[in-house]
């Protein structure tokens, strides 16, 4: 099934490309849209059979480069089955809310589903160099699309943007190497890696295989300081590929801390934890800082990934620090985490689609060329308000369970740490808040298209609303009742917590 899952995108992408490009547009829209209906449909189905209490599950193991330790081996758990889900969500939304695309929109449509096969790939892997093909794939595909289809300088942004995740995916194989020489037998698979612990005891050479790791994963979440390449592509991406390098792509890194660094260096982590709480705090408040200096919208909403990448370095750095009487607290730590990436994920890519609405109307994301849009789009007015108040943790919504758990679960062992970042929830409240009111507020002022005229702004349109607000359902369904995920998290968090106290 999860095999499926993962190829069925790439078949279809594939088939595309056989199609001729002078083929109606619509064909090749329906097709992409079908698809990523279809694996929300068999995810739905993978949801409901699994057993919250039964560890890895819908487990495939295949013989790939069997003299090297490398296997072609996939499965589920609480940790990767939420992200799985999200990915084919967002995927869906991005299917909807390009229905108007013109622009070669087969190698588009091609290009985005062959991207949800590297993501959804990385999700199931539980060999480390199949985890490593598709962490590579991933960065190849957003490169085309940002360069492809994106505006304004997208040329040197995707540049940017592969540069630094491939310099990063470079440190992660350097890293996947030392846990392969290390163990005995020799062997890439991450169960038996983490089963076997083969670095316990050797405190520098574990020390060396993590930084390793963990710059390749930091690159990716990103965390402060290797975070630069990310407002560009942002800004310069289409709407469709911001929201799902925000909402998926960004998961990368932070799901590799919990796959990988976490369980399979549990001597190592527990030792540097303390750096990750640090990084953790200064990406939270940098990241909401920086965003309170902006003007460009986009541009706002993606240093506000940094800053929400940061509870979740934070909380993960909390888990390894505190001690055995503190079970609890690193219990909803970790499970804070895991919710905080489902809940950005869809909070922040249905902003990212709302700044494509508001790109689309006016040509430009500056904050400063609008003004009473509200009255014009009270629609948009309306949706952008829900996200903008549900990403800054309002309760009722998804991101409010995320940052209580983190917060709660790190307080007690990061007690200074913990309170500087609770200022972060006051600056996104004050940089959201601001962005409002200068967007949506006082007389009416849109960007001229000519000399004396002003551009239309016409309220969201069908397929706007379509991708957008399930989006926005499911932040307030996770806000409100959030136990049918948190049942499938916490069994998984307290694995993790059980190998790192080992």
Not at 92 to 108: G, I, M, N, P, Q
Not at 153 to 181: H, M, P, V
Not at 494 to 500: A, F, G, S
Request: with cysteine; glycine share 10%; charged share 10%.
């Amino acid at each position: 099934m999860l095999t499926a899952i993962v190829l069925l995108p790439t078949a279809v992408a594939a088939l595309l490309l056989c199609v001729p490009r002078s083929a109606p547009r619509a064909l090749f829209l329906m097709a992409w849209a079908a698809t990523t209906a279809a694996e929300l449909v068999l995810t739905v189905i993978v949801w409901a059979g699994y057993q919250p209490d039964g560890g890895m599950q819908y487990e495939t193991r295949a013989r790939w480069i069997p003299s090297a330790g490398i296997s072609y081996h996939v499965g589920v758990d609480g940790l990767s089955l939420p992200l799985v889900a999200v990915t084919c969500v967002l995927f869906l939304a991005c299917a909807l809310y390009s229905w108007r695309a013109t622009r070669r929109v087969r190698e588009f449509a091609a290009l985005f589903l062959f991207l949800q096969t590297t993501c959804l790939g990385l999700f199931v892997a539980l060999d480390l160099i199949l985890f490593f093909v598709f962490f590579d794939l991933s960065i190849v595909a957003m490169y085309f699309i940002i360069a492809g289809w994106g505006h304004k300088d997208a040329a040197r942004s995707a540049l940017k943007f592969f540069l630094y995740t491939f310099i990063g995916s470079l440190a992660l194989l350097l890293g996947f190497i030392g846990l392969y020489l290390a163990a005995d037998p020799h062997t890439f698979d991450i169960v038996e890696l983490t089963r076997a612990d083969p670095l316990a005891g050797r405190t520098t050479y574990g020390a060396l295989v993590l930084l390793a790791v963990a710059v390749g994963l930091a690159v990716k979440t990103p965390t402060v300081p290797f975070h630069t390449w990310l407002p560009p592509a942002h800004t310069d991406a289409p709407a469709a590929g911001s929201a799902i390098l925000a909402g998926v792509l960004l998961k990368m890194g932070t799901y590799g801390f919990l796959r990988i660094a976490m369980p399979v260096l549990p001597d190592a982590w527990r030792d540097y934890a303390l750096v990750f709480v640090v990084v953790g705090v200064v990406s939270v408040l940098y990241g909401a800082l920086v965003a309170l200096a902006q003007n460009d919208f986009k541009r706002m909403v993606a240093y506000t990934s940094v800053n929400h990448m940061g509870y979740i370095v934070l909380a993960i750095g909390a888990a390894g620090a505190v001690g055995a009487d503190q079970e609890e607290a690193r219990r909803l730590a970790v499970t804070g985490s895991v919710f905080q990436m489902v809940s950005h994920g869809l909070l922040t890519g249905a902003l990212f689609l709302l700044s494509g609405v508001l790109y689309e109307r006016g040509r430009t994301y500056e904050m400063s060329a609008y003004s009473g849009v509200a009255g014009r789009a009270p629609v948009f007015a309306a949706l952008t308000g829900v996200a903008a108040f549900a990403s800054l943790g309002l309760p009722g919504f998804s991101g409010f369970i995320a940052e209580f758990q983190i917060l709660t679960g790190s307080l007690g062992p990061e007690p200074v740490a913990t309170g500087l970042a609770v200022l972060g929830i006051l600056l996104t409240a004050g940089l959201f808040l601001r962005a409002l009111q200068q967007i949506f507020l006082g007389p009416l002022r849109l960007p001229v298209a000519a000399p004396g005229t002003e551009r239309p702004f016409p309220d969201i349109r069908a397929h706007e609303g379509l991708a957008i607000v399930p989006l926005l359902i499911l932040g307030v369904v996770l806000g409100l009742a959030p136990r049918f995920v948190l049942d499938v998290i916490e069994p998984a968090s307290h694995t993790v917590l059980e190998l790192l106290a080992r």
